[in-house]
């Protein structure tokens, strides 16, 4: 069967066909790159994936991390994947050539990582996470505090995590409990407990350094009141080098579904009255230093989800071709040779709707890279606003939608396969198992539904919705052939029905039928992320009918694919929003009058 | 937390209210039963599931039986499981006095399965599939046969399969090569492989009886030649006593994602040429005998589904009447106390979308289960023959429908717990992997679509839907409230769109527009589906509305959730379907045109 991670059209497709990710070599940053060094990089990615992170994909699920009370012990093969991910530098792959970095764009180390979460997501979680916490260091934290940590973890000697959530407030940060008092030192002495820690502990590297939210002594309630600090597993000593153990204990690891190869740890800080955190920018800033970089580890988590469910995708088509089962009308007597069963029709329905979801997550996850890339390195100021309001605006969707319908991909991708798809011989239910932190981690979905009903959609006078609405439409501008013309006459439909909510909505965000409309936030977010998704299909299916008119006949089923899976998108998906639309309008109250009582 | 398998008012409320199961005492059959009987075997299967069988769930599930290379050996919690059912009488639950049975009704007896399977499904395998295989036999195998299994099997002294899919032919039975050759004694020697054997190998009975699909030698080609076979893992000597080893053998364990406690086997028959098999009625007839049956098995797979599903809303229920997080407008100030998470309004949508599937898909099995009843103890001939018409249409729904659902249902559940849904700590995860086989056994839920679109809904000249439509609208008509009346009238629009399809769904079958059609089967169950789940909740919320006018106070609050769940179902689940309807009358070909090399 295939063995590739990723078909090797789709990623050449998504980043130089549809994004046009040359024409970031224009700018300044980029320009010494060019489509060889990017493609150079993806390659070498492949590689490593191929090679050091696929091979212990099912090895480490069915092995996982075992604390013996002192130490956490994983298979050695998950160490030397990291460390080749982090001789090939792309730890760094973001940062300045001075720094020791590849000064690469957002967008193409976001298609590198597909690549590694495609092969195995749990090991790719160690670097993910440490790149995630060095951003923030590197954004945030003081010159001391970024000169001792971050050439560390941007060369895999030390790792981070982010220490967020606490045993009785995961999606309500403004409980947290852990608390940090000023010491004589300048430094501070933090109390409290984390839990659900990814990679909080572990021997892959010489220390771990964890960002951890708490709340200084007298500050104020709620989300104003935390801080964000630096709290590393080994404190350094005068010359730099890894010193003392600081006060932070593994109080267990938590046995997860799947996901199995990344430690999800229960941390204790300062159990013993000396655990030493380093403040990280001003007092009572913490939560605003998580979620400006909040976009971008959603971003991950969403382009995670995508390729956890194109690997099942890809399995379940590569399983599809070779299966032989049943006959096709007309030959269906007993004597016609069985038929591979992609040639069922409710195969190639199974198998393509997880290509329309999981190409279309791809593709929704690297247009919001490029998002990235644009609020950095676009010129104008403008720009680079505009650039920040409509990733602001996407960003619930980014997570929220990739993660609904990878789990979903990965459904089915086990229908197909049908009995072996549910034994753990086959790799597909590793995928659903692995594929199902996604909707729970980075702030739930529900979390996300209500972000944008409540706060994104409004955010800065609908400054994001404008943008986004004349990008969509200058893309439905470039449609020219019959096909691509049906599809965006249709999600126009859906666009203005959306238009036509909005004023109600936003009355009733201020009214008595607010429980009503929070009870129904998955509706709108349905509404939006499907016509979201439509224009992010009907993008790409643009560029396959414009390229099929001059293509080499060899590449014509590839477009043709494309413009098939977003025929299937909007005619398929698009449609069922037209119950919540309904349910919106009526500002139904199923849900919201539903009492605790009655259940 | 709340530790009851099953809402104490639940089942007499399907049963008493809904389905009227009392009427049953009239016929002859059942005359000796009155109310108590029939509470005393439920209340029975109610401590016996929750003494015995919920104890190990997690238990089994984390240490799944092992095959030593001569033995397979599990945690002795089972067996004790096991024996427990037994001699409390439930394999004979359904059986003559006479026979050594409780002559007791289906619907019932599908009710005491309702709490095994809540409890631990792996378990409850293991009599549930003996009591299928020994039905099997009673109603199509020689009176010697009879004699010589059947006893056995109702006392559990014996356990019983189903072994039809074979490596290659999983969903096309009729590409099995399992042969029978007769021999000189009369009987036959079989030699094939069989996968996927649930409860193929164990130590918990003395003998192990396999009913086997095979060809006899020159046997015509196709389903038309199919034969079935006792073969029992011990011969029985001349006494009738367990004699010497047949030719069966364990070729090895199949290693599931979830259900692990049922043992699922790959089994090898006639490698040394002398596997004994004795054939059950006439020969050819073999898939006809299986599928007699089969109703009734589809109906446990679905009961199955619904009460997995139920376990993981009951436990999201409890957890979220239990767990604090974030606050409510407008109490919603960092000093307010955080809210108990069943408050937030997308926590209630998604329990009311649980209760909504769980409890809709127990009362349609429940129904479906008397409609078994019927079948065999409606006075008339005409009567019993339309309830099988009826039964038969219902059967895919049946089947497909929980499972689905079943398999939703949990995965809201997990949301519901957030990170601790996601972890081994907590049974839902379980719930989730053990509920996702249901959607591929007993024929995969493509398989019931297809089923549905072009055998059952045409069957005898369309008599099943027919008679369907007479029942809701005999339903329908019992509506009085100003609730059901409004579910009512929304779902009767969609009768009307659905019977407006027919004609050209029965001439697409016939025509070029045959693929079309095919790929897209699962929209027309849909339809269906949502149609007959809106009925379902219709008589539920109909007896709700009456009983409300007239019950105790205490008992409102149960009637008040039933009725909301009937408006959810109807608000918004069925109109989901408006898609399927354009679908089908649009005869969309998104995924009929899909080409294998486009993917």
Redesign the interface.
Known sequence: MNDELIHPKELPFQLYEVLDTESLIQRERFSEHNRETFDAILETANKIATQKFATHNAIADADEPKFDGKNVHMIPQVKEAFDAYNEAGFMAGRYDFDEGGMQLPETIMMATSGYFMAANPSTAGYPFLTVAAANVIGNFASEELKQQFMPRMLSGEFTGTMAL?EP?????L??IRTTAIKNEDGNYRLKGSK??ISAGEHQLSNNIVHLVLAKIQGAP???KGISLFVVPKYRLDETGEVGQRNDVALAGL?????YRGTT?TALSFGENGDCHGYLIGEPHQGLKYMFLMMNEARIGVGFGAAMIGYRGYQYS?AYA?DR??????PNN???DP?T?I???????????AQ?AYVEGAMSLCLYASRLVDDTKTRESAEERRMSEELLDLLTPVVKAWPSEFG?KAN?LA??VL??A?????YPV?QC??DN??N???EG???IQ??DLLTRKLWQANGAGLEILQKRILADFSQASGPECLALVNKTQGYMVKMQALLPSLGVALRSEK???L?????CFMNVFSSIVMSWIWIRQANVAEKALAQCEPADK??Y??KI?AA??YV??EL??V??DI??LESS?D??????????
Chains 1, 2 share one sequence.
């Open positions: 959530t009785h407030a995961g999606s309500s403004a409980d839990l659900y309630a709620g989300v938590i046995h997860k579904m799947g999800s088509l071709k032989t089962q049943g006959r096709i009308p007597s007993p004597a069985a591979e992609i040639n069922h029709g409710d195969v190639k329905r199974m198998l393509l290509k789990v459904d086990i229908q049908g009995g798809g549910y034994t753990r011989e239910e659903w198992r199902r932190l909707p729970i981690h739930t979905n529900g539904a209500l607010l429980p009503n929070l009870a129904n936030a998955q089923p590839y043709l694919g098939q025929k299937y005619n398929w449609p069922l037209n119950r309904s349910l139904d199923s849900c919201s009058d539903m009492q605790p009582e009655w259940f």
